[in-house]
């Protein structure tokens, strides 16, 4: 089971290899992708930020 990916004000908030893992930023970029695909805006482009001690 998968647990809740929490977003605040800043971001994603977890712990580094905790909450944060490649599998739920897999899991983050799939549900982006999921809303931004049907909507037609993908040409718009979109930024991604991240943080480099992961």
């Known amino acids: 089971m998968h647990q809740r990916i929490q977003f605040g004000t800043d971001g994603w ?16 970029a799939a549900a982006v992708a999921a809303y931004v695909r049907p909507k037609k805006k993908s040409e718009r482009g979109l930024v991604v930020g991240y943080d480099t001690r992961f």
Do not use: L, S
């Open 13 to 28: 908030r977890g712990v580094i290899g905790d909450d944060f893992t490649f599998a739920n930023v897999r899991r983050a």
